[in-house]
């Protein structure tokens, strides 16, 4: 990761993370709940504090932190490593029209980088941008919660059921956030 994109201590980030080729790979339940089950483990274990969160067809965004002591990019780092071997192993055992599709590429991404062996199924990096100001937090927060919307899956961004909106509207969401704003 580059230096522009250095996570350091205590601070708050926007990142991104995006799936190799951006293999639309959340469109089934399965793989969407393994994200949601992982991130809910990184919370509850490995001290990520979850501020915001969407989970798209191809990528996720997060504003998220790490509890004192810990380090943020050890978390993203065991999230991508468990949620990639997860989601491979489910590919490979579960019913999936694309299997053989989903495999070639995730294992064609991995051959391209000689620190994977088998399967790659993140993009490198998490475009992490540190949350600087109020404003900043604001356009970042809009921007997570009105990707369903702009994507046209959902009229109100509180109504699509993978991201943190529903908590911000004041309802339960799948995960539990702090809100920010």
């Not at 639309?24 to 979850?50: M, N, S, W």
């Not at 489910?90 to 294992?107: C, G, N, V, Y």
């Not at 949350?131 to 809009?142: A, G």
Request: hydrophobic residues 40%; glycine residues 4%; aromatic residues 12%.
């Amino acid at each position: 990761m580059g230096l522009k994109n250095k996570i350091v201590p205590n601070g708050v980030y926007s990142l991104t993370m995006t799936v190799v080729d951006w293999v639309d790979i959340f469109t089934r339940p399965v793989y969407k709940h393994i994200i949601v089950e992982a991130l809910k483990y990184c919370q509850d274990k490995k001290g990520l504090e979850l501020y915001a969160w969407v989970l798209m067809s191809n990528h996720l965004h997060l504003i998220a932190a790490a509890e004192e002591g810990k380090t943020l990019s050890d978390i993203i780092r065991d999230f991508k490593q468990f949620t990639s071997r997860k989601i491979v192993a489910t590919i490979q055992d579960e019913p999936e029209s694309r299997r053989q599709w989903l495999l070639h590429r995730f294992k064609f991404n991995a051959d391209q980088n000689s620190k994977v062996k088998h399967y790659k199924l993140w993009q490198d990096g998490n475009e992490a941008k540190e949350m600087f100001s109020n404003t900043f937090i604001d356009q970042k927060l809009e921007y997570i919660h009105q990707n369903p919307v702009r994507a046209e899956w959902v009229n109100e961004p509180e109504y699509y059921r993978y991201s943190s909106a529903a908590n911000y509207a004041g309802e339960a969401g799948l995960l539990s956030v702090t809100l920010i704003s």
